[in-house]
């Protein structure tokens, strides 16, 4: 994991980042925020920071594809795999995470979130338009009623 480099007959180290990377904590918290039913898009946010800033984003964004399970790098990409989804569950209200608890890998998981929590910027942002559109009422017909129409 290391490539050196020489000039001038100074030899030079490079580490490549998953030396630096996080030792990996499948119990770690990747932030405050826990998904529940109505902060999807809060989560996915702050999840996908801090699964970023881990070098771990790959995994749920289909960057870093599943490998063949004979493939003699399988082990090593299932054991990432399966702690970004014990990180992601542990990112859960417990009764959310037992919803998604079989999932079969990080991107699995995180595609079944999406699909049952994605639409919710909709509902969100009609019920706020909703909340304006009365308040605009309201504001409108006191300032017609003050005028005396």
Known sequence: MEDSIKSDGVTSTNISSSILEDKPNPNQNLGSI????????????????????????????????????????????????????????????????????????????????KEMYGNQNNTVVFFKLQQIFLICCKTTKLMFGCLGF
């Open 34 to 113: 826990l998904l529940n039913e109505f902060n999807y898009l809060l989560w996915l946010r702050a999840m996908t920071i801090a699964l970023d800033r881990r070098s771990k984003l790959g995994y749920v964004n289909g960057h870093i594809k599943p490998l063949n399970p004979s493939s003699q790098a399988y082990q090593a990409w299932q054991c990432k795999d399966q702690l970004v989804m014990s990180w992601l569950l542990s990112s859960m209200e417990n009764h959310i995470a037992e919803i998604f608890s079989d999932s079969e890998s990080s991107l699995g998981l995180w595609e079944a979130v």
